[in-house]
């Protein structure tokens, strides 16, 4: 086991690392040819277009004196300049870590003072490896397990578990409203957007006599006549913008060997072969053939663009239904539109740039399926992968490898390398071993159907931090006590085992301690460096850029990730809250985590993230939620922990902590959640007054027409038939008479909203 001395060789290690890190980070974004990976940022907000150093190399020898300059600098920009600046979400975001300082920096200063001090004044696993061969190490003096039975120091863990979660309760609560208040003072004040005045309607039901256009334009004039303003209907376009995609992709091959050529002295065609992967078959000229090919596809795209529109079997039961007013808007969004609540489902429509085309295409009745398809297999990916991360976390320990190559125990043996692999190797392979993990779950949550990118991260964000509740605490915490105390369990009577555990359940903070280091200190060290957006760009730069605006596409800012970050985070949450009363020194490293964290994500949100969707913070309820959740687990845990300890008088006090933490996240919920689930019908009617004065001739119609319009119907590959098919869309939303002759003739009630109805004549006031 890991003692003081391998921790502190493993931070030494850990500390050293990101302070390379931070170096090599300073002369790379010094330099100008790197200025658009590092303050991409700026230069999509058209706020800066060249280095402010000019040339190729940056030669000024004091810029890079100040190689730590932009950690205050990222700390000088307000969080109302901010938020401007970046969004809403991304503030929340980097407030999830302030959160993380404010809770566990009084509860780490609370936690030494009083705690340290009662775990150390013990001598209880001195004796118990003179007598029961209990593994230990200094490191486990500074918990609860150092502590006997049946004393009555347990009585301070009680103490401080009720400050514990008094402190972070309160601190949950200060934040909920602050941020609640944030979310609505920025709704009432942000721009004009599409999707404030539009609903997404799903499951609209079949008619023989109607298309699903002139159905859903024809209920919402019957049922919202004041209101109603415009709709577009939603189609499967998910063929065409596959081949737009693939043309994109030949167009890239095509200006690469253009290129090429341009640039090659000796004038030889380059060449490809069209085997597989190029390596064999038949050798063609390179430029002819992508010319080809890329004429092929152009006329593919085009021919899918006249099926999508003229087939009726594209279009989806689903629309997008635009409002005169935000008002009108709110009150559809939320409220049931038919007797039958399973027809004419409205949402709040995601923002365009919000949306994921693809699964629009998804039949609304097949996604409760999709839903339980994927709910049973990440129960089985989450269960499965605790046996070989059980396996290999057993065999990353100086006992393990010893047992698998016994010719490494005279190497291994030495001092620095133990500690290396004692502080350093559990958290590696852990952290390779989760690699791949969100990419899954992101493909997991895409299967769902859910229709905004925002749900996807927020879904995926979920679940991979059930994955890491399962997987990385509890797996580690129950596999690593029982492999490390396995001679202790089989020399043992079986009504002693439950004590073991509880012992050993405490020593596990010192691999907890080493992930925090590897992930929480050198991982967000190596954040910063966007390794892989700096390569990808230059090797574009380097073959594929013809244009400015080529370059700009070459940029890959990428954003913040919520759906791995928020995890990311929750897991440190869950780390402090547990091993707060049990070993305190878990606690620092997990402040340097907040700390570090803050300072970078606060530079990447200025200079480089370009964030996908703005959704108004919608995701904080999740974030309480989890904090919550990780406080019960903490409070039952420490809760089993004093029952192993035969502290049976103490456990009842500790029984009404998860009462009142349940009792306080239903208040929550009820007063701030609100907010983020509802549009308040209030604030929506003075947005639309105080816009109504401000600008009476606005045009909001022309505003609304094309917002939700498919992405690959906009013109934005360069086809020149792109105004026709639009054109074709639009005729679309194009108000029509009703084709069906009840409507047509007599007010008898309707298939569509089961009551009478005036006719379309009379709506409109005129004969059709």
Request: with cysteine; net charge neutral; glycine share 4%.
């Amino acid at each position: 086991m890991a003692t003081i001395k391998d921790i502190g060789i493993a931070a030494g290690i850990n500390i050293f690392t990101a302070f390379i890190f931070f170096i090599i980070f300073a002369v790379l974004r010094l330099q100008p040819f790197n200025d658009r990976v590092y303050f991409s940022k700026w230069y999509l907000k058209r706020l800066r277009s060249s280095p402010a150093s000019g040339g190729f190399l940056n030669l000024d020898w004091r810029a890079y004196l100040k190689f730590l300059h932009w950690m205050p600098e990222a700390l000088k920009m307000p969080e109302r300049e901010l938020i401007d600046h970046a969004g809403l979400d991304s503030v929340v975001y980097l407030r999830i870590y302030l959160l993380g300082l404010k809770i566990f920096a009084p509860i780490a200063i609370l936690a030494w003072a009083v705690l340290v001090p009662v775990h150390w004044t013990n001598h209880t696993l001195e004796l118990a490896k003179q007598l029961n061969n209990v593994t230990a190490s200094d490191v486990d003096k500074l918990s609860v397990s150092n502590i006997p039975e049946y004393s009555k120091r347990f009585a301070t863990h009680i103490v401080m578990a009720y400050a514990f979660t008094i402190w972070t309760c309160y601190m949950l609560m200060k934040e909920y409203e602050i941020i609640a208040n944030m979310r609505l003072q920025f709704v009432a004040s942000e721009a004009r957007r599409p999707d404030q005045f539009t609903v997404l309607v799903r499951n609209v039901p079949a008619d023989p006599d109607e298309t699903v256009s002139e159905l859903v334009e024809h209920f919402f004039l019957v049922n919202h006549p004041d209101h109603y303003l415009t709709h577009q209907v939603v189609c499967n376009a998910n063929k065409l913008a596959d081949l737009v995609d693939k043309r994109k992709k030949l167009q890239n091959w095509l200006d690469y060997y253009q290129l090429k050529y341009s640039r090659n002295n000796t004038q030889i065609r380059p060449t490809v072969k069209l085997g597989c992967l190029g390596l064999c078959g038949q050798k063609v000229d390179a430029i002819e053939h992508y010319m080809a090919e890329v004429d092929k596809t152009s006329k593919e795209i085009a021919e899918e663009r006249e099926n999508v529109v003229k087939d009726q079997k594209a279009i989806m039961p689903a629309s997008f239904v635009s409002f005169k007013t935000r008002w009108a808007a709110a009150v559809c969004a939320q409220t049931t539109q038919t007797r039958n609540p399973t027809e004419w489902l409205t949402e709040w429509a995601p923002e365009p740039r919000d949306v994921f085309w693809a699964n629009l295409a998804i039949p609304y009745v097949s996604l409760t399926i999709r839903r339980l398809a994927m709910s049973v297999a990440f129960f089985f990916l989450t269960f499965f992968f605790i046996i070989p991360i059980a396996m290999v976390q057993t065999l990353a320990t100086i006992e393990g490898i010893e047992k698998v190559a016994p010719f490494l125990k005279v190497i291994i043996e030495r001092d620095f390398i133990k500690a290396v692999i004692t502080g350093l190797l559990s958290g590696i392979v852990l952290k390779l071993f989760l690699i791949f993990l969100p990419s899954i779950l992101m493909t997991m949550s895409k299967f769902e159907g859910f229709t905004a990118i925002s749900l996807l991260e927020r879904r995926s964000a979920s679940r991979y931090y059930i994955f890491n509740l399962v997987n990385v605490f509890l797996a580690n915490v129950v596999t690593g006590a029982a492999f490390e105390q396995l001679s202790s369990f089989l020399n043992q009577s079986p009504n002693q085992i439950p004590q073991t555990i509880g012992v050993a359940i405490p020593m596990k903070a010192t691999f907890f301690i080493t992930y925090i280091m590897v992930d929480g200190w050198a991982g967000i060290a190596g954040e910063i460096l966007m390794l892989k957006p700096l390569i990808i760009y230059h090797l574009k730069n380097a073959f594929l850029v013809k244009t400015e605006k080529d370059r700009e596409e070459a940029m890959d800012p990428g954003s913040i990730g919520f759906n791995t970050g928020e995890p990311q985070i929750q897991l440190y949450f869950l780390l402090g809250l547990v091993y707060a009363p049990v070993t305190p020194m878990l606690l620092p490293f997990i402040l340097v985590f907040f700390a570090l964290a803050y300072i970078v994500y606060r530079h990447q949100i200025i200079n480089v993230y370009n964030q996908e969707y703005e959704s108004a913070a919608a995701f904080w309820p999740d974030v309480h939620g989890r904090i919550i959740t990780a406080l019960i687990i903490s409070q039952l845990l420490l809760m089993g922990l004093l029952v192993t300890k035969r502290a049976a008088l103490a456990a009842p006090f500790i029984i009404a902590l998860p009462v009142i933490t349940i009792g306080f996240h239903r208040f929550c919920k009820g007063r701030y959640e609100p907010a983020f689930v509802r549009y308040p019908l209030q604030e929506a009617m003075m947005k639309d007054t105080l816009e109504k004065a401000k600008e009476p001739n606005l045009n909001l119609k022309g505003y609304l027409q094309e917002a939700y319009i498919h992405p690959v119907f906009k013109g934005c590959d360069g086809d020149d038939d792109d105004d026709s098919v639009l054109g074709k869309l639009e005729d679309e939303v194009i108000i029509v008479p009703t084709k069906r002759q009840s409507r047509r003739n007599t007010p008898a009630p309707s298939r569509i909203s089961g009551e009478s109805s005036p006719s379309l004549a009379v709506i409109n006031g005129k004969e059709v």
